[in-house]
């Protein structure tokens, strides 16, 4: 999406000040549910469910949810933590069966399938009431959970991409460490200078992947996943078919593993593993990277290279949402304002869990790793694209992209072809979607 200044500049401005707090007291409306007393009456013992995908989110979610009861003593809070692979799976069933979480994690990918179905509560008139201030998160996030002008859910953290890379494979190699100089040249060059096939090593892992991948590379190169305003695919513009083609090339040239090695073994694996020495990668993947043994105290992060176009990159925000037919909506809703809460965000920050979409708490999140070089994923937000999910075509053709991306990485089409292929299927998709 060729909106990097358009957005750059409203996300700096937005990271770089603090708004008026939202009150995060008990709600006064009075509101009551078949099953739980008026708020601020007497109030019976309740337990609320709350549905998280990253188990190296789960110490701080455990944390946020004790906190919450100090305040709210009638109301515990049950973590579930389900793996990202199992996540969506759950909630695809459970939804249309009514039996969605209380209160669940949202990713903005997945958002318009489930606001849609009306499959999540409407906090529309929480927000008009001012019980929570939208304006009090980074990155315009807010915007990312409305729908046809309802608003769905509360801002979580924001993510963006870094290029992770293995110290120890650089110093043995004698090459020095990335920096924000790097362009994708230097990239290639170096991933060649560190691979060591016959012995499993090597220098990049050029995955086939959207977000934490090759849609960097197009916007850095110049290209776009979507025009400005999501009405056609950018997946044939030469620029974003040089992008792919680079990527693609430094499988060709055994500086990365084939498609095959990274369908079995994943790259991230590959890099916990010691086996890659660089890694394109989410902030919200730190902990992940941290929790290797064979790593740990051995990595760092960099800036994304740059392209023909600058620094291309990817930001996207998680939400939380509350189930349309939830038991304990009035709970739920308490649970949900204190989530979305400077004292929630805090929490998040110094147990270094993920970025905080609250303004004003980011620092903590990068001291809370001081060894690492967290800062490049706030400093990389202000020139980030947001993620292309805002559109009912969207779970359409990202379903089908990866279909036909595999087949491009897998050699059994031209890259070229293939990129021309997505894109005829996302323009079709947005046709049938209007």
Known sequence: MNLRKKWGTAVAALLASSLAL??????????????????????????????????????????????????????????????????????????????????????????????????????????????????????????????????????????TIGLAYNKELFDQAGIAYPNDTWDYAKLAEVAGQLSQPDKGIYGFGAKMDTQAGYWNDMLAYGGHILNADMTKSGYDEPASIEALKARYQMILDKASPTHQQMTDTD??????????????????????????????????????????????????????????????????????????SKEAAEITAQMGAAIPAFQGTQDAWVKSKPELNLQVFIDQAADATPYPSGSKSYPVWFAKEGEIMSQAWGGAISIEEGAKKVAEMMNQAIADAK
């Not at 946020?64 to 009638?74: D, E, L, R, V």
């Not at 064979?294 to 925000?317: D, E, F, M, T």
């Open 22 to 159: 939202a009150g995060c007291g008990q709600s006064n409306d009075g509101g009551k549910t078949a099953d739980s007393e008026p708020a601020g009456g007497s109030q019976k013992s309740v337990t609320i469910s709350y549905a998280i995908w990253d188990k190296n989110q789960q110490p701080a979610m455990e944390a946020i949810a004790k906190a919450f009861t100090g305040q709210h003593p009638n109301i515990e809070v049950k973590i579930d933590a389900i793996p990202w692979g199992e996540y969506w799976t759950k909630m695809s069933a459970a939804a249309p069966a009514g039996t969605l979480p209380d209160v669940f994690w949202m990713h903005g990918g997945q958002f318009i399938k489930y606001a849609s179905g009306q499959f999540l509560e409407p906090i529309t008139d929480k927000v008009q009431a001012g019980e929570i201030d939208l304006n009090n998160y980074a990155s315009n996030l807010g915007s990312i959970y409305t729908m046809d002008g309802q608003n769905y859910g509360v801002p979580k953290d924001f993510d």
């Open 267 to 340: 790259s991230v694996e590959m890099f916990k593993s010691g086996k890659l020495a660089m890694i394109f990668d989410g902030s919200w993947d730190n902990g992940n990277l941290a929790s290797s043994d064979i790593i740990k105290g051995k990595y760092n992060w960099a800036p994304l290279p740059k392209g023909k176009a600058g620094r291309g990159n990817i930001i996207n925000g998680l939400g939380n949402v509350m189930s349309a037919k939830g038991k304990h909506k009035e709970e739920s809703w308490q649970f949900l304002k204190f989530l979305g």
